[in-house]
């Protein structure tokens, strides 16, 4: 069935470093992605968007690559800072289905000072 | 602060009662989604509207929930004869028409005992 999955659960920097979140996604139809950071007893904070008609996108310290040939999309975050530790959902949706988001389980950054 | 605002932020309730959550959206949005949230799960997308239309309502999880949107501003998402089972986060999310970011509320967290 379409999904949207992440491949780490968990994921543990060191301050300063770079950090790489991955997600996967299965219906070549989506065409518009987006990462959302969400905080302990919060909502889904918007961080960055594509869409299917580019391959990477640069915003402040974060970038999201997209590779519709595997159907694969990734966060980088730069300098990771301690404000960074959160859980972080990648998400699709097709223009032709409401632009509903399919979200996929989460992986938790954990940023060690 | 012209965000996306929910009331209430928590609600305990017992089996058997009937619960109503608010939302209301960033002014300018003519879009309004609403999706639910389970411990470690990604939101999950149940209803949305455009202006006063509900456009999707097949994926609301029982004939218990329904929403509305009467005039095209606020919504309300009701859950008749509430179950243990529809313990979760209530989030709503609003956005322009298409493929633009969902900005989400804080949420409701609903507690059925």
């Known amino acids: 069935g379409e999904s949207v999955g992440l491949h780490l659960p968990t994921l543990s920097v060191q301050e300063g470093d770079n950090s790489i979140i991955n997600c996967a996604y299965s219906n070549s139809a989506s065409d518009y992605f987006i990462w959302y950071k969400q905080e302990s007893g919060k909502g889904p904070q918007f961080i960055i968007d594509i869409r299917s008609n580019m391959d990477k996108r640069q915003g402040q310290r974060v970038t999201v690559l997209l590779n519709k040939t595997v159907k694969h999309l990734s966060l980088q975050i730069a300098a990771t800072q301690p404000g960074d530790s959160a859980v972080y959902f990648c998400?699709?949706?097709?223009?032709?289905?409401?632009?509903?988001?399919?979200f996929g389980g989460g992986t938790r950054l954990m940023v060690k000072p | 602060d012209t965000g996306v605002s929910q009331d209430p932020r928590h609600k305990i309730t017992k089996r058997g009662q009937n619960v109503t959550f608010r939302c209301d959206p960033i002014?300018?949005?003519?879009?309004l989604y609403w999706y639910r949230q389970t411990l470690g799960q990604g939101p999950e997308f149940l209803t949305y509207?455009?202006?006063?239309?509900?456009?999707?309502k097949s994926r609301l999880l029982s004939d218990r929930f329904s929403a509305e949107r009467p005039k095209g501003s606020f919504s309300t998402l009701e859950i008749q004869r509430t179950e243990q089972g529809d313990s979760a986060m209530y989030l709503c999310a609003s956005s322009f028409p298409g493929p633009y970011e969902q900005y989400f509320g804080p949420g409701t967290r609903l507690t059925v005992t």
């Open positions: 998400a699709e949706s097709r223009s032709n289905a409401g632009n509903m988001l399919t």
């Open positions: 509207f455009q202006n006063e239309a509900q456009l999707e």
């Open positions: 002014s300018e949005h003519n879009r």
